[in-house]
């Protein structure tokens, strides 16, 4: 809401009193009126203009008003009247203060809350990504040693005593192409890393869910664990926040590779996105680990719950806070004969935009 200058609020204050008397006049309906305006600018302009309209409209009362209705000879009925008057002004206009002081408390509140919840996300990003060092210091050190590689065949093949220009212009690209490789994961890490305020942008979910998936990979290779993709072509795109979305992803797919680190058979990864009836977006990521909790599986959305010797208990609580300022939704189902699923709805463009 905008916010009115000082003279624009005590302006508020004698427009407000100077338009409930000329209404009044024909009518002669004094109290209600100036009661109005005394209302008016005590919820507009706050306590000062609140009270320059309390002494203005006791003024008009009095002066235009009062003493006109009710003769001399009820001297006293008169004064209980204009002092009603000027106590019901007084407390509407504290009213209107108190009522205005507590919105303001509650917009700090509000304000304060969505830092803290955002800061517990960064948190949250932080401490799984510090979880992941090693699989991260693989993941960047693999085009870096392939650069490396490729920089020494350029150099091999210009020093020949006849040097193959081809080979090493192929060598030269590969090199280029690696450093950008190693360059892009960095880069992506960062914004993960990065603190800043929320950015609503369109995002293709797809692409978010193959950016996840290139920086997990060495993480699920690690344990065996095999990585498949049923993505919808082309899909709506969805209005929400790149990092946060990306950050839901990754504490899913994490989550089912720790699912699956030590069970027997077969370890697959699957993450799937569709369209819905309802012009949304539905997203899976299914296990073959130990599957949900048993008899608390109804908890593992609530915060500090965790099944892990070192897990925070907030992940998926802030998953959850996460998909839903998104305005989607975010459950979990068994996925038969073994592991759990996790899905997650994201309203698209349109939809968001409606």
Same mark, same amino acid.
């Given at each position: 809401?905008?916010?009115?200058?000082?003279?624009?609020?005590?302006?508020?204050?004698?427009?407000?009193?100077?338009?409930?008397?000329?209404?009044?006049?024909?009518?002669?309906?004094?109290?209600?009126?100036?009661?109005?305006? %005394?209302? +008016?600018?005590? =919820?507009?302009? @706050? /306590?000062?203009?609140?009270?320059?309209? #309390?002494?203005? *409209?006791?003024?008009?009362?009095?002066?235009?008003?009062?003493?006109?209705?009710?003769?001399?000879?009820?001297?006293?009925?008169?004064?209980?009247?204009?002092?009603?008057? %000027?106590? +019901?002004?007084? =407390?509407?206009? @504290? /009213?209107?203060?108190?009522?205005?002081? #507590?919105?303001? *408390?509650?917009?700090?509140?509000?304000?304060?809350?969505?830092?803290?919840?955002?800061?517990?996300?960064?948190?949250?990003?932080?401490?799984?990504?510090?979880?992941?060092?090693?699989?991260?210091?693989?993941?960047?050190?693999?085009?870096?040693?392939?650069?490396?590689?490729?920089?020494?065949?350029?150099?091999?093949?210009?020093?020949?005593?006849?040097?193959?220009?081809?080979?090493?212009?192929?060598?030269?690209?590969?090199?280029?192409?690696?450093?950008?490789?190693?360059?892009?994961?960095?880069?992506?890490?960062?914004?993960?890393?990065?603190?800043?305020?929320?950015?609503?942008?369109?995002?293709?979910?797809?692409?978010?869910?193959?950016?996840?998936?290139?920086?997990?990979?060495?993480?699920?290779?690690?344990?065996?664990?095999?990585?498949?993709?049923?993505?919808?072509?082309?899909?709506?795109?969805?209005?929400?926040?790149?990092?946060?979305?990306?950050?839901?992803?990754?504490?899913?797919?994490?989550?089912?590779?720790?699912?699956?680190?030590?069970?027997?058979?077969?370890?697959?990864?699957?993450?799937?996105?569709?369209?819905?009836?309802?012009?949304?977006?539905?997203?899976?990521?299914?296990?073959?680990?130990?599957?949900?909790?048993?008899?608390?599986?109804?908890?593992?959305?609530?915060?500090?719950?965790?099944?892990?010797?070192?897990?925070?208990?907030?992940?998926?609580?802030?998953?959850?806070?996460?998909?839903?300022?998104?305005?989607?939704?975010?459950?979990?189902?068994?996925?038969?004969?073994?592991?759990?699923?996790?899905?997650?709805?994201?309203?698209?463009?349109?939809?968001?935009?409606?």
């Amino acid at each position: 809401m905008k916010v009115l200058s000082n003279l624009q609020r005590y302006g508020l204050a004698i427009i407000s009193c100077g338009v409930a008397l000329v209404l009044a006049w024909p009518i002669d309906a004094p109290s209600s009126c100036l009661l109005l305006a %005394v209302t +008016a600018s005590s =919820l507009f302009g @706050g /306590l000062g203009p609140g009270l320059v309209s #309390v002494a203005l *409209s006791a003024l008009a009362f009095e002066h235009f008003f009062l003493w006109r209705t009710f003769p001399p000879a009820h001297e006293t009925a008169t004064f209980l009247r204009f002092a009603v008057f %000027v106590i +019901a002004t007084l =407390l509407i206009t @504290g /009213l209107m203060e108190v009522k205005r002081r #507590v919105e303001e *408390s509650r917009t700090r509140a509000q304000e304060a809350l969505r830092l803290a919840q955002s800061d517990l996300a960064r948190v949250n990003r932080v401490t799984t990504m510090g979880e992941l060092t090693a699989s991260l210091a693989h993941e960047v050190n693999q085009p870096i040693a392939a650069a490396v590689t490729d920089a020494n065949t350029c150099l091999r093949w210009l020093t020949r005593d006849s040097p193959n220009l081809e080979e090493a212009r192929e060598a030269a690209s590969r090199t280029v192409k690696d450093a950008t490789r190693a360059a892009e994961i960095i880069s992506k890490i960062r914004l993960i890393f990065k603190k800043s305020a929320t950015q609503q942008e369109l995002v293709d979910v797809n692409q978010v869910i193959n950016e996840m998936i290139a920086l997990l990979r060495n993480e699920a290779s690690r344990y065996h664990i095999s990585v498949r993709t049923e993505l919808v072509p082309n899909p709506p795109q969805v209005m929400g926040d790149r990092v946060q979305l990306q950050q839901v992803l990754m504490n899913l797919m994490i989550n089912a590779i720790d699912a699956m680190k030590n069970v027997e058979g077969t370890r697959e990864l699957v993450i799937t996105s569709q369209r819905a009836e309802d012009e949304q977006l539905v997203l899976a990521v299914s296990d073959t680990g130990v599957g949900l909790p048993p008899q608390q599986a109804d908890q593992i959305f609530n915060a500090f719950f965790t099944t892990k010797s070192h897990g925070t208990g907030m992940g998926l609580r802030i998953s959850r806070s996460i998909v839903e300022s998104h305005g989607g939704r975010l459950w979990a189902a068994d996925n038969p004969p073994q592991g759990a699923s996790f899905y997650l709805t994201l309203p698209t463009k349109l939809e968001t935009h409606e």
